[in-house]
């Protein structure tokens, strides 16, 4: 552990959620969770570590079972990320990433059951950023199972909007654009790349505080939307989510449980899976 990194270096939100801890232990769990956020980019192998170490000892708390969610998704071990997606989503009681649920499900090579988990929850409940990234995850779906007009049809949400630059756009023109591109419509899947280029030039201008609102993309304007004038977070600001408030001994029985709960749920969906 490198000695430059404090306890202090975690999000405001994240060590909220470690008050529930000792003040020795949650500055040890704090420490490697600002590691495995440090490393995820450029040693996720090593950030992962860092995420399981922080689980030892905080195995309740939701932030360390989303970190170990999201380093087990960044190192390919699908089963794990989902696993603890599932327990995240029990303690915490959000949807946030149930995109990186439905992926987990692809990369377990079940794009049926990706689509199943996708549907089962009603896209206008959940924050706009996760609606649209929800859609990108269901259009890969699709295209896993050779399905690219269904997949382009998952994309065309009201979201899809080339003449303004929302935090996700450029995710969800590139998505466009490769579905296009499956379908052998190369001109126009050309013309959304540009279009997530340009987006995204929007944003960091408006990111770098440029006075320019907008940005010439082929023969429009693209406008760049702080997206929390409507009601949604700027990038980095979700709202806060329920705090576990339990014991945190990693080993107790109520650990256990919510492990067990989530083996049975993974049971359930092998069943079906069998059925259907």
């Known amino acids: 552990m490198p000695d430059d990194v404090e306890p ?3 999000d405001k939100v994240a060590r909220g959620e470690l008050k529930t801890l000792s003040k020795e232990n949650a500055d040890w769990v704090a420490r490697h969770l600002v590691m495995a956020g440090r490393l995820i980019e450029e040693d996720p192998e090593e950030a992962h570590k860092h995420a399981l170490s922080a689980g030892r000892r905080a195995g309740r708390i939701g932030v360390v079972r989303e970190t170990i969610a999201i380093t087990a998704y960044t190192v390919g071990d699908y089963a794990m990320a989902l696993r603890e997606l599932r327990t995240y989503r029990r303690i915490s009681g959000r949807e946030d990433h149930l995109p990186l649920m439905v992926d987990s499900e692809r990369g377990l090579e079940r794009p049926e059951r990706a689509l199943e988990l996708g549907r089962s ?8 950023p996760v609606r649209v990234q929800l859609a990108i995850a269901m259009s890969g779906a699709r295209l896993d199972l050779g399905q690219a007009e269904a997949a382009l049809r998952e994309l065309e949400i ?4 080339r003449t303004k630059a929302f935090s996700y756009s450029p995710d969800l023109f590139d998505a466009y654009a490769t579905v296009l591109d499956d379908l052998g419509r190369e001109a126009e899947a050309d013309e959304w790349r540009a279009l997530s280029e340009r987006a995204g030039e929007a944003i960091e201008r408006h990111l770098q505080g440029d006075d320019g609102e907008t940005v010439e993309i082929v023969e429009e304007d693209v406008e760049w939307v702080d997206e929390s004038v409507d009601g949604e977070p700027v990038e980095g600001t979700e709202d806060d989510g329920p705090v576990d408030r339990g014991p945190v001994d990693a080993a107790s029985t109520e650990d256990r449980t919510a492990d067990d709960e989530a083996r049975d749920d993974e049971a359930r969906d092998d069943e079906a899976g069998d059925r259907g």
């Open 8 to 10: 202090r270096d975690l």
């Open 158 to 161: 009201p979201q899809l909007d």
């Open 121 to 128: 929850i009603d896209p206008s409940t959940l924050d706009v």
